[in-house]
């Protein structure tokens, strides 16, 4: 009982403190004059990873690397497969060609580099700087480029990722401090988790790892969720495709890197041999549904959230 309390209390203390530290941010930018673009990019992408983050280099600090890369893999399962799916059954998602070309493809790269990492068993220092590296010399392009060519499309959904969120009527002090107190209340709740996740897997008897692919990594979605939900809500669902596409390329570059950077992660064999893969699944059924017809409906919706119905009955029976 007192794992599945700090469970809850760390799943709460995720998503308010992720919630929190996503708008004072994003308030903070807006009165500094930050271009929404920017914003979009940068801090939505970020801000709604921050959960994850924290969690990650909690685990990876606690010497519990399943709980630690399995919050990303699974992560970036639930958000293609679940959040993904949810979204395209609640609407249709309109793609933007120009946003997939780029985005998608760099999706595509940074699975390809965290499935090279993760298969090698063991992610260095090393291994870290160059996913860290390749998500700078993304964001840097990206910039570059949406810079140099202001109204595409890939810049227009930047700016209405960055609009989705209401971040006005604060001074810049208070938006800083709602943005400190986020990042308390994120890591507070990351411990909670972290502490309640071994705890509950050692009292029922499933692996760290389990755990981390589905209790920590759904918990640690669902800014990515809200998000999500909003888009669509508001008849804006290429947002939520450029949501999902942004977390997960932040997730395996950002996330995995920085982590691995500041504690070298082993990858538990039960990842290499079988999540890693559905991970790599996900993306490439990520690209191709959004690839035939450039939308995303609530049949290709109704698949993914299928197939994750199905993973958590492998994982769990």
């Known amino acids: 009982m007192i794992a599945l309390g700090l469970i809850v209390l760390g799943l709460a203390g ?3 403190g992720g919630e929190l530290l996503l708008r004072g941010a994003v308030s903070a930018a807006r009165n500094l004059r930050i271009s929404p673009m ?21 685990a990876a600090l606690e010497g519990s690397p399943g709980i630690a890369v399995g919050n990303i893999v699974g992560s970036n399962i639930g958000n ?6 949810i979204a395209a059954l609640l609407a249709p998602i309109a793609v933007a060609p120009a946003a997939l070309l780029r985005d998608g493809t760099m999706l595509m790269i940074a699975t390809g580099l965290c499935l090279v990492v993760v298969l090698l068993g063991n992610v260095g220092r090393l291994g870290g700087g160059v996913l860290a590296a390749a998500l700078a010399g993304y ?12 109204g595409t499309a890939a810049s227009e959904l930047y700016e209405a990722e960055a609009e989705i969120l209401p971040g ?9 401090g709602l943005a400190a107190i986020g990042l308390i209340v994120t890591i507070l709740g990351a411990r ?13 008897g499933i692996s760290e790892t389990v755990i981390g692919l589905t209790i920590v990594a ?16 508001k008849g804006q669902g290429d947002v939520a495709l450029g949501n999902v596409l942004g977390s997960n390329i932040f997730n395996v570059l950002g996330i995995l890197g920085v982590t691995a950077m500041v504690q070298p992660i082993a990858v538990p064999t039960e990842i290499i041999r079988f999540d890693i893969w559905v991970m790599t699944g ?36």
């Open 14 to 16: 995720l998503v308010l």
């Open 80 to 85: 293609v497969l679940l959040i993904l799916g």
């Open 168 to 176: 006005a009527g604060q001074s810049v002090g208070a938006a800083l």
């Open 282 to 317: 996900a993306a490439l059924m990520l690209v191709l549904f959004a690839r035939t017809g450039w939308r995303i409906g609530r049949r290709e919706g109704g698949v993914m959230l299928g197939c994750y119905i199905g993973y958590l009955c492998w994982l769990l029976v």
């Open 139 to 150: 964001l840097f392009y990206t910039f570059r480029a949406e810079r140099l060519a202001s």
């Open 218 to 233: 759904i918990g640690t979605s669902m800014p990515e969720l809200v998000t999500s939900v909003i888009a669509v809500r």
């Open 38 to 58: 920017v914003i979009g990019l940068t801090l939505v992408g970020f801000g709604t990873s921050t959960p994850e983050l924290v969690t990650s280099l909690q």
């Open 192 to 204: 909670f988790l972290v502490v309640g996740a071994i705890s509950a897997a050692q009292a029922v």
